[in-house]
């Protein structure tokens, strides 16, 4: 089995020096979208699932649209939901990640205060990756270490999302601990592609991550984090 994640393009988070909330794609972003759609269009899906906020959407968009496929939303995609910024100035939200940045390990949990609490959210995405498996015959198998059962593996699945949903995945199915920073443990880019592939382990199954936060497909003026 091989499951590609890959991360929205560069989204238009402040315009007019106010916050953006469930922000579209830059003109940029638009053109990282297009050079993922020539890096994957040569290559064959089960699956793709998108996440249900805008710029991931915009990002699948051009893909979709060469593969003639139907968006497909997956809710459980959907990012960390922030604080309700939508107008406001923009050194809000930089006053709030840099105090974030500033507390004790364990404090981090909390995320930012009025929005979606970092425990929550991974917690959420544990449960999103737990049933989007088990919905395609894939089990955590009876062991301290992280196998998982397979009926039948071989499935191409791609989802399309953000930074933190895409870490967090990919944590949970290599099995880490988690910590209240995985957006900063893995590195994604932009229109980043990253990919986990299932490997026999006796008679269960594991997962190796075979590329992360891949952008050959981008120049190195398209390239942004």
Do not use: C
């Amino acid at each position: 089995m091989e499951i590609v994640l890959v991360r929205h393009g560069q989204p238009e988070w402040v315009k007019g020096g106010l916050n953006v909330v469930d922000p579209p794609l830059t003109d940029l972003g638009h053109r990282q979208a297009e050079r993922l759609a020539d890096a994957l269009e040569g290559e064959s899906f089960d699956e793709i699932l998108v996440s249900p906020l805008t710029r991931a959407r915009q990002t699948a968009a051009p893909l979709l649209s060469r593969l003639g496929r139907q968006e497909v939303i997956a809710p459980w995609l959907e990012e960390i939901r922030d604080p309700g910024w939508a107008g406001t100035p923009v050194e809000k939200a930089e006053q709030a990640y840099a105090e974030l940045r500033q507390r004790p390990p364990a404090e981090r949990w909390h995320g930012l205060q009025d929005g979606e609490s970092v425990r929550s959210f991974v917690d959420r995405i544990h449960l999103g990756v737990e049933m989007f498996l088990a919905e395609r015959g894939i089990r955590r198998g009876d062991d301290e270490l992280p196998v998982w059962e397979m009926d039948p593996p071989g499935k191409r699945i791609l989802l399309v999302a953000h930074a933190g949903t895409n870490t967090v995945s990919i944590g949970h199915m290599l099995g880490l601990m988690p910590t209240p920073w995985e957006f900063d443990r893995f590195v994604l880019m932009h229109a980043s592609i990253s990919r986990l592939e299932s490997m026999k382990v006796g008679d269960v199954h594991s997962f190796s991550l075979v590329k992360l936060s891949d952008v050959e497909h981008l120049s190195s003026s398209e390239r942004t984090r």
